[in-house]
């Protein structure tokens, strides 16, 4: 019976981090670009804009979402006039914060 036990902990202990971490993340991200966004996303399976619809002006601040706490993303943000840039390998664990320069 021990034994059983200690398998049962253990596979709680190699799960956990797992399910703890199976909800998006929300990141803060501000325009300090001086010019407006038009839309943020995220690059992964589903690509769409998490701006609203006005988009985002300078000195604003909007609340984006990653779709893990787990993982590595890249941010891509858009201009009014097309332009982009992309965020890289902004790390869901740590990131809590995204300033658009």
């Avoid at 501000?30 to 006005?54: D, I, K, M, T, Y």
């Avoid at 909007?62 to 790390?91: F, K, Q, W």
């Amino acid at each position: 019976m021990p034994g059983f036990l200690l398998i049962i902990a253990m596979a709680l202990g190699v799960t956990a981090p797992a399910f703890a971490c199976a909800v998006p993340t929300s990141v803060a991200v501000e325009n300090r670009s001086g010019r407006p966004l038009r839309a943020v996303f995220v690059e992964s399976g589903a690509v769409h804009n998490q701006l609203p619809r006005e988009g985002l002006l300078p000195g604003g601040t909007a609340t984006i979402t990653l779709p893990s706490c787990m993982g590595t993303y890249t941010v891509v943000a858009e201009y009014a006039d097309g332009t982009r840039i992309r965020h890289t390998g902004l790390d869901a664990a740590t990131i809590r914060g995204l300033t658009i320069r």
